[in-house]
């Protein structure tokens, strides 16, 4: 069985994902609540409750999230902030609480979720955008750091997941968005999405997107990026 912490506020897809990954393949799992992340992990309570009751740790999703629907120059310092916390700051803290144990062990996953919007930046997104692409720099050399130590470090790039995401971004005011886009609405839906997560990590692919048709531009992007540039602007911020 796979044991270890899920950071789960409920503002983020991936924790919705991740939730139902466990809850579907019977696994045991400590939820702790990503909305106290920072406070809890400087003292350990997480970590240790869930050593104590399990005995090591197998496994650990870095998946707090909070997204964003405001123009970057709308948007308070204050917002951006949290915006940071939540989606860079905690999953670090978290990484750095639970990484001695796992280098003790000699084993152990870290599967850090970040976002499409971690590949590029998009409309209505700034910091949020900006807080995924330094999850990326940030675990990738991590990755090389722990090279050595039997710890696997998994980087997820979720595009369109229809879960409540797009409803509980945070606005310029701080205020939630509270609507779903339309191109949430017939997006992959989270018990697909955990199961392509968990059948990735699995065969042991270390980064790796998960979603809909949404993915191809991360191949225009890479091969025909003045066309990735033409289409991005063409697109609805929704």
Sequence with gaps: NIQGIIDFPDETTA?????????NASRNVTVADGKKALGNIVDGSP?????????????????????????????TPEIEKELMQVNYF??????????PYMISQQKGQLVVVSSIAGKFGFYLRSSYAAAKHALFGYFESLRLETDSTGISIHLVFPGKIKTRVSQNAITSDGSKHQQMDPSHV???????????????????????????????????????PSLFKRILRKQSPY
């Excluded at 905690?90 to 990484?99: E, F, I």
Aim: hydrophobic share 45%; with cysteine.
């Design 47 to 75: 970590v240790n409750g869930t050593l104590k009751h399990f005995l090591q740790l197998d496994i650990v999703f870095l998946n707090g999230g909070m997204s964003q629907r405001s123009e970057a120059l709308k948007t």
């Design 186 to 224: 017939s997006a992959m839906n989270a018990e697909d999405c955990a199961r392509y997560i968990s059948n990735q990590i699995e065969k042991g692919r270390l980064d790796f997107f998960v979603g809909g048709k949404e993915g191809r531009i991360l191949w225009i992007q890479r091969y025909f």
């Design 15 to 23: 924790n919705q994902v991740t939730f139902k990954l466990f809850n």
């Design 90 to 99: 905690s999953q670090v803290a978290m990484a750095k609480a639970v990484l």
